[in-house]
């Protein structure tokens, strides 16, 4: 099932590293999206640290929309409420001072890993 739920979002991922210069504020926005959605799956497959990565990155982005960051907001709290303090402590520091573009790769290998 974490396979389906992965490949299904593959398609957006590859075609964002795809885009040639910086993206737009609409593009991250709805990158920003898709991320959420793939966190929110992965937390209900049990995919505890993938789940909290994307989060952790997802909070640092000032373009999310407020909407979309409450709801990363609440995720990640309710993951912190749950897993092993060092899975969260892991993921601010993977997602401090990590680019779009990083995290984007980072997230196709995931997909990537789950298909083979």
Do not use: W
């Not at 210069?21 to 966190?39: C, D, E, H, N």
């Not at 952790?56 to 709290?77: G, H, I, Y």
């Not at 912190?80 to 290998?109: H, K, N, Q, W």
């Amino acid at each position: 099932m974490a396979q389906i739920v992965l490949s299904g979002r593959s398609q957006l991922i590859e075609s964002s590293l795809g885009i040639t210069g910086a993206p737009t504020a609409a593009q991250k926005r709805t990158l920003y999206s898709g991320m959420l959605s793939l966190a929110e799956d992965c937390a209900a497959l049990g995919q505890s640290q993938t789940a909290a990565d994307i989060l952790a990155f997802l909070l640092l982005q000032p373009e999310m929309s407020a909407d979309d960051m409450e709801t990363a907001r609440e995720l990640f709290a309710e993951l912190e409420s749950r897993v092993c303090p060092r899975v969260i402590l892991d993921a601010r520091e993977f997602a401090f001072g990590m680019d779009l573009r990083t995290m984007l790769e980072y997230l196709l290998d995931l997909v990537q890993r789950e298909r083979s």
